[in-house]
């Protein structure tokens, strides 16, 4: 039954219990640790990942004290009641089969509340509060309080913790210069620095006894100026073995770092040889992390001895079965991470709950149920764009019999465009899983079909869902049929030649999209295939030997087969709207590739000398004219919603419902169609 993935799905005995394989689903916040009432609803969210068969979990991180919370009222682990509410999470986990830790996790300066406390007193780049210097007797305090909360979390029933001492928080604080400007005995050499994290991990381990499992997140690589260096983290990892961890967890790059470590356009396992340059330094389990989202990947890593286990967080948020599928070797089954962060990370940096892009079930578990339809019906779904695929394939989960009918040759509607962009190639893996699932479920697919009312009508469908998607939308600017005027669907659809000089209309994510595309020299790497570890190292600036502080080196630029212009309307910043964990590494991307980014723009006409623009200034005082001598113009201003058919299905009075850009196409992402197309097959 393990035969494929012989490595990942080994036991690792760690000698007061066993781990039955090799996969740590990583820390993440989801929002429901926060409130007591959502206690039942993160219990389901882990019990469902337990009984997709993952070897360890560890909870988003539980702050030990008020100091230390990331903001006013988020999730702590101080008291006793706290303690045995958790009962309800391990109760389930352990009924189902897993085990799991609980993260202690203090923020330090990087806490968006005001009480806030540091080994010196700084503010981060990510929060508008200063912190406060702890004195000598607090920072003792803190420690005290990392120990209680371990103490709370064994007696909440959770088989270990997890100590966060990586990412720029609390203990990376202590443990760089950068931070730490103390006298004391916190601060000066290394040796001191790093007494913290020693002094936390030896007085914690004497409080919960020897069989408690406790991963240190270890900063291998601090991607900030003036971080550790690769003798000091060898140093640090050695130390915290003899204090008494059981496993060193890797952490890489802070929160601050303008190195992006986690997004779609990071290499699959870009960060794997960084935990294979420590491996071997100790004699207790290793664990890699980021970027691991297939069973092939997290094989490789582990048959070539990089680690012991891989950690995976955001691929268990979008598909819970992850390990079961690969135990059985059904890994083209599982509904693959597109780290793409919209709907984990980004709702958390809101304030909003977490859940997963192409899974909403995500932190819904309790709340948006698939359960058998009571009559099975005959569904016709028009359009396979991801709304389309995931209400047939919701549908079709609940029994009912589905009929997908796709005017293009293939499924994947928008998405095969996206996933030509150089960045995305993550976007081919929900394809290759819709359409599996079409395969599994046995969905009628007609595709090179084009539905209309009347054929539909005749068919004597019980449902017809409308998930025709968008069309791209044509600003009036003079000269607008003008030869060298493109759509993005020319450029991305249909090759057309695109020649030096390029002004793109419209910056929002799918002119960013264009504009990355038309920046990347094709002939560099093929299409599908992701950038080497090596050449994103050199782009962003990562030593490849992450010997020097914080692992940086000088990047080297990335010239750009064309010049291009990006431009907006809005005088506010250029890519303003983009995701907020991502939006900052599209924006430097295109900077680093020399893309003009120019805002407050309004487009006079379009002849053969080029594009006429008038570009305000900020406060709209100060005007410019400017002729931008352009091969081309390429318009990427929006969408609409194409929806004539719903329209002449209502006429004729059948039962029909709307989804996605077909819906409503402002502000429309892959989020919205997916959640819309689940939810509204949920309910047929
Ligand atoms: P569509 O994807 O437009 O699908 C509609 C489908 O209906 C099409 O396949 C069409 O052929 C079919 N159809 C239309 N009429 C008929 C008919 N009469 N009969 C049969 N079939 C018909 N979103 C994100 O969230 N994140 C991203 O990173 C992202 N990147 C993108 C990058 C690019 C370059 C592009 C173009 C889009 C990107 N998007 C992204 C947007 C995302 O792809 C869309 O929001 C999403 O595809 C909308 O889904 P949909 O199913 O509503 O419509
Ligand atoms: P969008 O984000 O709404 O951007 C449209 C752009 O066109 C804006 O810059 C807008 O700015 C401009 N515009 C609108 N009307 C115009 C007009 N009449 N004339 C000239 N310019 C006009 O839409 P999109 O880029 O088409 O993307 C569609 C959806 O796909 C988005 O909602 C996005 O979330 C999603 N997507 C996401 C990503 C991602 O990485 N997360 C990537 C691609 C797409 P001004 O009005 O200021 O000119
Ligand atoms: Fe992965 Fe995107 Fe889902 Fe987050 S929202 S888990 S990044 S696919």
């Not at 048959?303 to 012991?308: E, I, P, V």
């Not at 990355?516 to 190292?537: C, N, P, R």
């Amino acid at each position: 039954m393990t035969a494929a993935y012989p490595n990942l799905l080994k036991p690792l005995d760690l000698g007061f219990t066993e781990l039955k394989n090799r996969v740590l689903m990583g820390s993440m916040h989801t929002g429901l640790e926060d409130r007591f009432w959502n206690i039942r609803k993160l219990s389901r969210y882990f019990a469902e990942r337990a009984e997709g068969g993952v070897g360890l979990m560890v909870t988003g991180g539980f702050s030990p004290n008020l100091v230390g919370q990331l903001a006013p009222l988020a999730s702590t682990m101080n008291n006793r009641a706290t303690a045995l509410l958790h009962r309800h999470v391990t109760g389930a986990v352990h009924d189902a089969g897993g085990k799991i830790c609980m993260q202690l996790l203090h923020a330090g300066r990087y806490g968006y509340q005001p009480l806030i406390v540091s080994a010196s007193a700084t503010k981060a780049p990510i929060s508008p509060f200063k912190a406060r210097a702890l004195s000598t007797k607090g920072v003792d305090r803190q420690i005290n309080d990392f120990v209680s909360a371990a103490k709370l979390a064994k007696m909440a029933g959770y088989d270990g913790v997890e100590v966060m001492g990586s990412e720029g928080y609390f203990i990376n604080q202590f443990l760089c210069e950068r931070t730490n400007k103390r006298t004391d005995k916190w601060g000066g050499a290394f040796e001191n620095r790093m007494q913290l994290p020693l002094e936390i991990v030896r007085r914690m381990r004497k409080a919960v006894g020897p069989e408690f499992i406790i991963i240190y997140r270890l900063s291998m690589l601090d991607l900030v100026e003036g971080g550790q260096t690769w003798d000091q983290v060898v140093v640090l990892g050695k130390a915290i073995e003899q204090a008494g961890a059981t496993i060193i967890n890797t952490g890489i790059g802070w929160h601050e770092a303008r190195v992006p470590t986690i997004v779609t356009s990071v290499p699959r396992g870009g960060f794997a040889d960084v935990t294979a340059k420590f491996y071997g330094e100790v004699d207790i389990p290793v664990c890699t992390t980021n970027r691991i989202n297939t069973p092939e990947i997290g094989e490789e890593i582990l048959a070539a001895g990089k680690a012991d286990l891989v950690s995976m967080a955001r691929p268990l948020l979008a598909d819970a079965e992850f390990v079961r599928k690969a135990e059985q070797n059904r890994s083209d089954e599982i509904n693959t991470c597109i780290a793409c962060n919209q709907a984990c990370l980004d709702h958390v940096f809101q304030a909003k709950r977490a859940s997963c892009l192409v899974n909403p079930r995500a932190c819904h578990e309790t709340e948006l149920l698939l359960t058998v339809a009571p009559v099975s019906k005959r569904v016709a779904v028009v359009g396979a764009g991801p709304a389309g695929l995931a209400a047939a394939t919701t549908a079709a989960k609940r029994g009912h019999k589905v009929t997908l009918i796709e005017a293009d040759g293939d499924i994947g509607g928008q998405f095969n465009y996206a996933k030509r962009i150089p960045g995305k190639e993550e976007f081919f893996e929900t394809l290759r899983y819709f359409a599996r699932q079409i395969e599994i479920l046995g969905i009628e697919l007609r595709l090179n079909t084009r539905a209309d009312a009347a054929s539909l009508a005749l068919d004597g469908f019980d449902e017809v869902v409308i998930a025709t998607g968008v069309k791209p939308r044509t600003p009036r600017i003079e000269g607008i049929e003008h030869p060298k005027v493109l759509g993005y669907l020319d450029v991305l659809r249909h090759n057309k030649p695109v020649g030096n000089t390029v002004a793109v209309i419209g910056a929002g994510g799918i002119g960013f999209d264009v504009s990355e595309f038309l920046t990347h020299d094709a002939a560099q790497h093929a299409e599908g295939e992701q950038i080497s570890v090596l050449d994103w190292q050199k782009e962003w600036g990562v030593q490849p030997d992450f010997e020097g502080p914080g692992g940086l080196v000088e990047r080297e630029p990335t010239a750009s087969p064309r010049k291009v212009y990006l431009m907006q309307r809005k005088t506010s910043k250029v890519g303003g709207g983009l995701g907020k964990t991502s939006g900052w590494v599209h924006r430097n991307s295109l900077k680093h590739r020399g893309v003009e980014m120019l805002r407050g723009v309004s487009y006079r006409k379009i002849d053969d000398d080029g594009l006429h623009v008038t570009v305000s200034s900020k406060d709209g005082k100060h005007q410019e004219h400017k002729v931008l001598a352009v091969d081309h113009v390429i318009l990427c201003a929006g969408q609409e919603p194409f929806r004539e058919l719903y329209d002449e299905l209502a006429n004729l009075g059948m039962t029909t419902h709307l989804i996605g850009g077909a819906d409503v196409a402002e502000e429309l992402d892959a989020k919205r169609a997916i959640r819309q197309g689940t939810e509204v097959a949920a309910a047929l």
